[in-house]
């Protein structure tokens, strides 16, 4: 098999979730602070994303969605709106995740899908094995280093995946797939991504939807949001 060929099995597998519905469990580790909460998450591709963060009694304590031309973020601080290719802290809805990112790469990430992709680079990559995964190694990063992608052999699921960033940034992710298909696709039940000595772990509940209908007023905030818990997310167990 060439490097191509590999390439395009994972971008097929990597683009084949379009959209996500469904309740994940989320823990954020920064530098001596560690959070744990519940999170309302709903995407569709390729930016649409609905975000809330809820304390044990079920109130929104933090709320982020993207209708493709906006970006909301609604806070016990206050609201803020962004233009929708802007970037944004992370730290809004993670608090310590000081990372600022754009709503179609947080959108990449709760679908399951690379952050960055590598896939749509027009770089062509080389391919070795690493023990029992294939490597594929895109040279010309944005960071001037590698982008390195880690795939399963046998599905082209990806495995995990390091990023060579602008600014001399790094940023690595990870997945663990549940046990049987979701709706006829791989899915990750867990997703790990670190950047900068800051780490998100996701881990979706078993009954979380894929490729279905989403209601586009879902993406934007209702009059009800701006109603936010006067606390941040906590760990909530």
């Known amino acids: 098999m060439t490097a191509s ?9 990597n ?10 469990r989320v823990s ?25 963060a809820l304390n044990p009694f079920g109130s929104t304590v933090g709320f982020i969605s993207s209708d493709g031309e906006s970006i ?3 806070s016990s601080s206050g609201r803020d709106v962004y ?26 990430i709760v679908l399951g899908r690379l952050p960055y992709n590598v896939f749509s680079s027009g770089r062509t990559p080389v391919l070795s094995t690493d023990g029992p995964l294939l490597k ?19 599905t082209f699921k990806a495995r995990k995946a390091e990023f060579s960033l602008e600014g001399g940034r790094t940023a690595s992710v990870s997945y663990e797939y549940f046990g049987s298909l979701v709706a006829g696709h791989y899915f990750p039940r867990r997703i790990e991504f670190e950047s900068k000595g800051l780490s998100i772990t996701l881990v979706y509940d078993e009954g979380v939807e894929v490729n279905v209908p989403v209601d586009s007023s879902l993406f934007r905030p209702s009059a ?12 909530y167990n």
């Not at 009800?224 to 760990?235: F, H, Q, T």
Request: hydrophobic share 40%; net charge negative; glycine share 10%.
């Open 136 to 154: 594929l190694v895109y040279a010309g990063a944005a960071g001037g280093g590698e982008d390195i992608v880690w795939l399963d052999p046998s």
């Open 5 to 13: 060929e590999a390439a395009s099995k994972a971008a097929l597998l």
């Open 224 to 235: 009800s949001s701006g109603a936010i818990a006067n606390n941040r997310p906590e760990n």
């Open 15 to 24: 683009s084949s979730v379009k959209s996500v519905k469904g309740l994940a």
């Open 72 to 74: 909301y973020v609604i």
């Open 83 to 108: 233009g929708g290719d802007e970037e944004f802290d992370l730290a809004y809805i993670y608090p310590g995740l000081n990372l600022s990112v754009t709503a179609e790469s947080l959108v990449n």
């Open 28 to 52: 954020i580790s920064a530098p001596g602070e560690k959070i744990s909460y519940t999170q309302v998450t709903v995407a569709r591709e390729p930016d649409r994303i609905r975000l809330e």
